[in-house]
């Protein structure tokens, strides 16, 4: 079974310009995740979408980032414009639910990740 | 109080000894709970998960949980030099009709040949 997939996985760039990252869940999970890992951190939820729609934004600095995931599949996270405290790498994870209620089982798999860094 | 807490370490033990990693976490209501182990430059890797209240075993891996107490532990057996890593505890707490999984910063690992 194919994991997730994220591209690109390196990226640098100088602050205030624009960058976009692309994640491809596992096949049939409906949630998708975006999340932020500073060095040093554990990671942080930016977006969480349950099919196409958001579930949970939240954390996310909605002032420059933004994230879509058409068709419920893929999903581009943007950060415009970039800021030297947006170096992290970002993470993106899905995971299929079974079940509901207290007793659900939600396990997330993470892709490998973008290494940002903002010169 | 930070949601999700664990000693960052370094946690430092020798080859074949036991390593324990421990978590404490602040929302009672919370019921599943995650450890992920993470190389140096990759990504979190799912090692175990655990439910209810007690021991789980996995080969060397054994989570412990106590949900009165909001703590939940990670025990490695026989440690190896390739179990150096970082650890991180995941608790997946009911915010809303939602679940969110918040980590705790994470717990470096080291075992010395």
């Known amino acids: 079974e194919a994991g997730v997939a994220q591209s690109p996985r390196y990226k640098i760039i100088e602050k205030r310009q624009s960058v976009a990252f692309w994640c491809n869940p596992i096949?049939?999970?409906?949630?998708l995740y975006w999340y932020q890992q500073i060095l040093g951190q554990g990671p942080k939820l930016l977006i969480q979408?349950?099919?196409?729609?958001?579930?949970?934004d939240s954390q996310l600095p909605k002032d420059r980032f933004s994230a879509e995931r058409l068709k419920g599949v893929d999903s581009t996270l943007k950060i415009q414009p970039a800021k030297l405290e947006d170096s992290a790498v970002y993470l993106c994870?899905?995971?299929?639910?079974?079940?509901?209620?207290?007793?659900?089982?939600?396990?997330?798999?993470f892709g490998a990740g973008t290494r940002l860094s903002v010169l | 109080q930070k949601e999700v807490e664990q000693n960052s370490g370094p946690l430092s033990v020798p080859e074949g000894a036991i390593a324990s990693l421990n978590c404490t976490y602040s929302d009672r209501g919370s019921q599943s709970f995650f450890w992920y182990r993470q190389y140096s430059g990759k990504s979190p890797e799912l090692i175990m998960f655990?439910?209810?209240?007690g021991d789980k075993e996995d080969g060397r891996f054994t989570a412990q949980l106590n949900k009165a107490s909001q703590y939940v532990s990670l025990l490695i057996r026989d440690s190896q030099p390739s179990d150096s890593a970082t650890y991180l505890c995941a608790v997946n707490m009911v915010k809303g009709s939602n679940y969110k999984l918040t980590f705790g910063k994470g717990t470096l690992l080291t075992v010395n040949p």
């Open positions: 096949s049939g999970h409906a949630t």
């Open positions: 994870a899905s995971s299929l639910q079974v079940g509901s209620g207290v007793g659900a089982k939600n396990i997330q798999y």
């Open positions: 979408f349950q099919n196409n729609g958001v579930v949970d």
């Open positions: 655990i439910y209810s209240n």
